[in-house]
Structure formats: structure tokens, C-alpha cells
């Protein structure tokens, strides 16, 4: 069985800090890895996803998270947050052997807070 | 292109009475379906999926139950809600092979009361 680890539930930053959001994943099997995010009171919208090849994968909104195996890790970052990117991220993991019909397994979140 | 649709937005519904949750979706067929649960502090838990009308598979034994009436039809229902059911419900879809990305709706708060 899958399972997603975040490892921070809140994140305050300042107005174009760094950041990265730690997410951790354990699986029997080869994986593939997403990460969404929600803003308040909507549904989850896809901000980017690792399959394969390259390990650092790009997405929307300036976002970048790193695949790396030997550490079960699957971290997000972007250089310089805005406001707007006040929301909460979910790491997300899914089997890559078809086994469980594409079902996404969630972490707990962690809300971001980007303070001027 | 594909759209997702849950109604109603919000509810607040008495403990003990009936519910219902409908979800469409348009622009694919045989679309996999799911309905999710939010909870605060608690991530999001997957309630029910389905590969294809009237399959449903169950993730969590609990008071709800999901129906699949049309290809891209997706129903929550409970009989007699109890407290512990309030929190944020999401449908979603995926073409159903892994790797392919799920799409969320905009969630519905039902708040038992």
C-alpha cells in the first residue's frame, strides 16, 4: 500500500521568499507523483506531475518539484511567491502498474501563507 | 473540453435526513469517477470510484453510498446522516490509467446539523 507524507502542515513565507513544500511517499511499487493545489473554498487543480524521464518536472504557476527516488521524495519549490499563491498543496502518489485504476492517494495538505 | 459539474454548493442538512450529491461530467466517455471527502486537518479520503455504469467499488465502510446511473453520472447518497458526515465532498474524473491526471469539481460543503 501507498501512503503520502507532508511533512509541514503550514508554511508562512514573505512576498518573493523561496519555498518548498516537503512531501514524502512509501510504495512496494514504481510510482507516479502529483502535486495540486486548492484554493479556498474550490476544487483541487492540477499544478504538475512526474511519470517519467527527467526528475525535475515544471508546472503551472512558476512551481518545480524534483523526483528523487533513493529518497522517496517528491519536494515543490518555486524562487519567488506572490500572494495569489496563498493556498493549500496536496502531494499525491498513484501506483504506475495499473493496479489500482489511476486512484490518487492524497497527504494531508500543507497551507501556504504568503504574507506581504 | 471536459467539464465537471457537482450541485448542490452548499447544504446543511438535519442529522438523520436524506442526501444526495449529483456529479456530471462532459466532453469524455466512460470517464473513471470519484467522490472524495475533505475534512479539516484530515486530507483529502476517497470514498468510492467507478470504472463504469453501475460499478462501484467502496475505499472507506461508512454511512454513504454511491451510485453510477449514467456513463457520466455520479451520485452520493446516505439514508440517515450523522454528524461526522459534515465536510467538503469532491467529485473527480480521469480517463483511468494510471499517470493520468484526476479533475476536481468545485466541491459541495455539507454541514450536518
Known amino acids: 500500500a501507498q501512503s503520502v507524507t507532508q511533512l509541514d502542515s503550514q508554511v508562512p513565507v514573505f512576498e518573493e521568499a523561496p519555498v518548498e513544500l516537503r512531501c514524502n511517499y512509501s510504495?512496494?511499487?514504481?510510482?507516479?507523483l502529483f502535486w495540486y493545489v486548492q484554493y479556498p473554498n474550490q476544487g483541487l487543480q492540477l499544478l504538475l506531475k512526474y511519470l517519467s524521464g527527467s526528475t525535475l518536472v515544471k508546472g503551472i504557476n512558476g512551481f518545480e518539484a524534483e523526483f528523487n527516488k533513493s529518497q522517496t521524495s517528491f519536494h515543490l519549490r518555486k524562487p519567488s511567491v506572490h500572494i495569489s499563491d496563498t493556498a493549500e498543496y496536496f502531494c499525491a502518489v498513484s501506483d504506475s502498474d495499473g493496479g489500482s485504476q489511476g486512484n490518487l492517494i492524497f497527504g494531508k495538505g500543507t497551507k501556504l501563507s504568503v504574507k506581504p | 473540453s471536459q467539464t465537471i459539474h457537482q450541485w448542490p454548493a452548499t447544504l446543511v442538512q438535519p442529522v438523520g435526513s436524506p442526501l444526495s450529491l449529483e456529479c456530471t461530467v462532459e466532453?469524455?466517455?466512460?470517464?473513471?469517477l470519484y467522490w472524495y471527502r475533505q475534512a479539516a486537518g484530515r486530507g483529502l479520503q476517497l470514498l468510492f470510484y467507478?470504472?463504469?455504469?453501475?460499478?462501484i467499488s467502496s475505499e472507506v465502510p461508512q454511512n454513504l453510498s454511491a451510485s453510477r446511473p449514467q456513463d457520466r453520472q455520479f451520485i452520493l447518497s446516505s439514508k440517515k446522516l450523522l454528524l461526522s458526515d459534515s465536510g467538503f465532498y469532491l467529485c473527480a474524473w480521469s480517463l483511468g490509467s494510471s499517470g493520468n491526471t484526476i479533475y476536481f469539481g468545485e466541491g459541495s460543503w455539507l454541514t450536518v446539523v
Open positions: 466532453g469524455t466517455s466512460n470517464p473513471n
Open positions: 510504495s512496494s511499487v514504481s510510482v507516479y
Open positions: 467507478s470504472v463504469g455504469i453501475g460499478q
